[in-house]
């Protein structure tokens, strides 16, 4: 793990600590809504299941846009997220570009990054963040995980109501099914049409069943919506 890394995280944990000593009180817990009715209906938790673990995976841009858009869902714009990202990967796509965050209502202001040179690492600062509650989101960037990790991060999650990612790299996104025990297991495709597109593939959820669906963001209302087949006027959420 890099030195400034766990600096930041021990910091951020201790602000945690003293400004929301106290604050998790056993409320309902809300989900993550994805704005479109048609799928968040399809999902048993009525959105993405905020005290849970969910993996996406997806080639390029489009992976990553369909991960903003739901961070930015699940973090509204004052929401901390904690980013892990292995080294090997950051060496090759580089820090997620800020800018591009706009679009989908987040800042990098919101962001602490934690940078490690081994899965094992990035797995730790993920569930250390997880375990300490006061973040709207955790995720782990390039990272393959078994499913004794995928099980600790999925327990982690539920203790804080905490939404945890994982964006699967190339390797681990195949169209062999690694054993996991995220809740959810997503596949973005790039679509025709706009640069935020995207044929949505669940292909695991715990309690559902697969889907595919086509859906575009609406960048005014912050949310999907579905889009029609054939490139035409988006279909109603």
Known sequence: ?????????????????????GSLTGAPEVPVTLGAVAIDGTLPWGGLKRGGLHEIGGIGSAGFGFHAAVLGRAAGDKGRILWCQHGRWLRETGLPYGPGFAAFGLSMRQFLFVRAEKD??????????????????????????????????QLAAETTATPAFILLPPRADRNTEP??????RWRVHARS??????QLELRRCRGGAPGNWDVEWDEQALRFRLAEALGGRAAAG
Do not use: C, N, Y
């Open 120 to 153: 094992k690492d990035v797995l730790w600062a993920m569930e250390e963040g997880l375990r300490m509650g006061g973040l709207s989101a955790v995720v782990g960037d390039g990272v393959a995980a078994d499913f004794t990790a995928t099980r600790r991060l």
């Open 193 to 198: 049409g706009g640069a935020m597109r995207w």
């Open 179 to 184: 054993l996991s025990a995220a809740l959810t």
């Open 1 to 21: 793990m890099h030195p400034s890394g766990l600096d930041k995280l021990s910091a951020l944990r201790k602000k945690i600590e003293r400004i929301q000593e």
